[in-house]
């Protein structure tokens, strides 16, 4: 089973402080309807009634959308378990050089000779292995210092090469702009971030959900702030004191939610029409705007309507199933049990 190691405790409570936070600005609203009626000039009351009730049915079937969706889990394919069997060669062929080079440094031979550090010799060792594997080798693939397989492929649109990486734990070439979620334990195609509260990974295939989540939240905020600060403005001085003061509540609640909100809907849909993530820009280069973030994402980047409308909805549930049986198959090709089922 995948680990979904997110911490109870943070995730209820800040289920309960989001869920406290709308239940008591709209009850304020449901409950002294019939008080702002009696101040309402321009009878809208009702009309902004229904929108936020209909701004928070929005912003719970997007919510339910965002958590239970399939994020952009990536499936592994039979390039991927070719990858593997060849990195597990590789691996192996990399170590039976660097312990043959140990034990040639430790021969008083080589004493006068000059010595390479390990460092010189483990790069030697690594483009040695791949040039005598001929998959490897037409691949171009390479590892750096830390561990991490990796493998050039053509861009023909922009006629440009692209290095993807090999992630170890999902057994898969990762593509490019997608992230491997240790939270949720699979790689996900445009990963954004990875949202504790709902529980989900925010990528390609639900990153839309997620806006009108941000969006219609903010707009129901809006307008319970709006009319909440109407009907205060309205009430005769001190009034307010004795009677109304779960409509202060609402007004305050919704402030800060509008405040919170608003930014953050605002920030998101920015990256999302101008085609970067989160952990793009997090990750730039110092001293790099947006443009530059931007400008590196575009060559793998998709059009806003090919984003919105055209990646597939199915539930997570149905990914993560999916992406198990391949690890089981690739797990028993890596064994030997299966290794004719592969199509070279």
Known sequence: MIAHRERATCRTTAW???????????????????????????????????????????????????????PGVVIPDDADDRGAMAIARLDAAVQKKLDNWTEKSCSADDESAPRRSYADHLRACIEDAVREDAEASALRMDRDYGGTWTKKIEDDDVSLTTTIKFCSSCKLWRPPMSSHCSTCGYCVRRFDHHCGVLGNCVGEHNHRFFLALLTSSALMGALVFVVSAYALAKMPTGEWRREYAYVLLACALSGAHVVTIIGFAWTHWVMFLLDFTTKSYARRAPGSSIADVRRASARHGSSVYARCCAVPFRLKRAAETDFLARRRREASILSGADASALSV
């Open 16 to 70: 309960c402080i989001v869920g406290a936070s709308t239940a008591s600005s709209s009850a304020s609203i449901l409950l002294f309807r019939e008080e702002f009626r009696r101040y309402d000039d321009l009878g809208a009351v009702g009309v902004v009634q229904g929108l936020i009730c209909g701004f928070a049915f929005v912003a719970l079937v997007a919510l339910w959308l965002t958590a239970y969706g399939d």
